[in-house]
C-alpha cells in the first residue's frame, strides 16, 4: 500500500494532480480544498501523505486502483473517518471536501448540520448522519493547524495542550478556539504552551 509519494508536480487539475517520480507520472485524485493549497506550488517538489482504493465494479471484473493525496496526516485520517459514514465512500467525500478539514470537523463538533448539508453531494439527511457518528470524534481535527499557522512556527501538539489549559481555566471550547485562532493569527513563534498563553492574555488584556 502507497501511503505516502513524494515527485514533481507537473500538472494540477480540478479534482487530480500529475505528479513525477523519476521517469514515471501518477494521477492522484484530490479534494477542493487540497487543490487550492498546491495551486503555487506547480513544478516545485510535493510530497502527499495518500489513500489507495479501488474503483469500480467487483462483479464485472473492472477495478482500477486509484491513489488519493492530501499535504498532511490529519488531513488524511480525517478522510478516512469521513468516508466510514455509511452512504459517504471515497467518490462522495472527494466531491464534498470543498473546505479545510478544520471548518468541515468544527461543523461536525457544534452539530452544524446545515453547514453540512450545503457541502457538494452531502444533503441534510447526509448531514444528520455524519453528525450522529462523527461528532465525538473529530475535536482533535477541530483543532488542526492550518498550513500558514505551520510556516508561523507553532507545532500543532503545542496547539492541542494550548487548548486543554484554557478549558480547564473555564475557557468554552467555541471561546478557546477563538482565542487560539486569534493568536496564531499574528503568525509569532511559539515555542511551547507558556508562550502561546502568554500572547493569548496579552492580546485579551490589549483588547479589553
Known amino acids: 500500500m502507497i501511503t505516502k509519494i513524494t515527485g514533481r508536480l507537473v500538472a494540477l487539475r480540478d479534482d487530480a494532480l500529475t505528479l513525477g517520480v523519476g521517469p514515471m507520472e501518477h494521477e492522484v485524485l484530490i ?9 503555487s506550488e506547480v513544478g ?53 471536501m470543498v473546505r479545510p478539514v478544520k471548518e468541515v470537523a468544527t461543523s461536525i463538533e457544534e452539530q452544524d448540520a446545515k453547514s ?3 457541502l457538494p453531494g452531502i444533503g441534510p439527511a447526509m448531514a444528520e448522519r455524519i453528525v450522529a457518528k462523527l461528532r465525538r470524534k473529530v475535536p482533535k481535527f477541530a483543532l488542526m493547524v492550518a498550513r500558514t499557522e505551520v510556516e508561523a512556527d507553532v507545532q500543532p501538539d503545542v496547539v492541542s495542550e ?17 482565542l ?6 499574528a503568525k509569532q513563534k511559539y515555542k511551547d504552551v507558556q508562550s502561546l498563553l502568554q500572547a493569548i492574555y496579552q492580546q485579551t488584556h490589549t483588547k479589553s
Do not use: W
Not at 166 to 172: V, Y
Not at 180 to 185: F, K, V
Open 162 to 178: 494550548t487548548f486543554e489549559v484554557l478549558r480547564g481555566l473555564g475557557h468554552s471550547e467555541s471561546d478557546a478556539r477563538r
Open 44 to 96: 516545485r517538489e510535493v510530497s502527499l501523505h495518500t489513500i489507495e482504493y479501488l474503483e469500480g465494479n467487483p462483479m464485472q471484473g473492472r477495478l482500477t486502483p486509484r491513489l488519493i493525496g492530501f499535504l498532511t496526516e490529519p488531513e488524511r485520517e480525517f478522510f478516512e473517518l469521513f468516508c466510514s459514514v455509511d452512504g459517504v465512500g471515497a467518490k462522495k467525500a472527494l466531491r464534498a
Open 116 to 118: 453540512l448539508a450545503g
Open 31 to 39: 479534494p477542493e480544498f487540497t487543490r487550492r493549497q498546491l495551486q
Open 180 to 185: 487560539l485562532d486569534a493568536a496564531l493569527q
